[in-house]
């Protein structure tokens, strides 16, 4: 149990320390160019908030009774 909690805060520091971005970025230039980059993370940011608002909108609506 204990390793477990120890994997969980590591996990969780790993991916939330955002070491991924420079990966991210370097696997976008080898495609495209900053401009592409922006015009590619912009798209998918406005995508997610438009999908959620409503998903979230739905959820209040239904409550717990569907999704036990």
Do not use: H, Q
């Not at 805060?9 to 939330?16: D, E, K, Q």
């Not at 160019?33 to 998903?55: K, M, Q, R």
């Amino acid at each position: 149990m204990d390793r477990n909690i120890r994997l969980a805060y590591v996990i969780g520091t790993l991916r939330n320390s955002w070491f991924w971005l420079g990966v991210w970025i370097l696997f976008y230039l080898s495609i495209t160019n900053y401009a592409g980059i922006g015009i590619v993370e912009s798209t998918l940011f406005f995508t997610a908030i438009i999908l959620e608002v409503p998903t979230g909108a739905i959820a209040d609506m239904l409550g717990k009774r569907i999704s036990k």
